[in-house]
């Protein structure tokens, strides 16, 4: 069974950065995609980064400039480096995985809990 597991949220002031993790645990054959989601207060989960296998990296635009997407293939972890933070970006951040976990099986997408990410203002 995959499991995803975020840290690095809390409450920063706007300007401020804040650096989320995602741990995949689980037997992974590959990764289609691995990336982050939000959902703020009375809003549907929307994109923020993810990476794409073959594709690169995908950015919304909201966020360009200012949060950059990581990943650690060795340890099955992705990054998010949230810079210039700002009050728009409060929200649960999600992590998401897109993945086969043997050849013959899948993709399947996977969603850690969420981290609250809070910025005041």
């Known amino acids: 069974q995959v499991r995803l597991v975020e840290s690095g949220g809390g409450l920063v002031q706007a300007g401020g950065s804040l650096r989320l993790s995602c741990a995949v645990f689980g037997t992974i054959y590959s990764f289609d995609t691995m990336g982050w989601y939000r959902q703020a207060t009375g809003h549907e989960r929307e994109l923020v980064a993810t990476?794409?296998?073959?594709?690169?990296?995908n950015y919304a635009d909201s966020v360009k400039g200012r949060f950059t997407i990581t990943r650690d293939d060795h340890k099955n972890r992705v990054f998010l480096q949230m810079n210039n933070l700002e009050p728009d970006d409060t929200a649960v951040y999600y992590c998401?995985?897109?993945?086969?976990?043997?050849?013959?099986?899948?993709?399947?997408?996977?969603w850690g809990p969420g981290i609250q990410v809070t910025v005041s203002s």
């Open positions: 990476f794409i296998s073959g594709s690169g990296t």
């Open positions: 998401k995985a897109t993945v086969r976990e043997t050849a013959a099986r899948g993709p399947d997408d996977y």
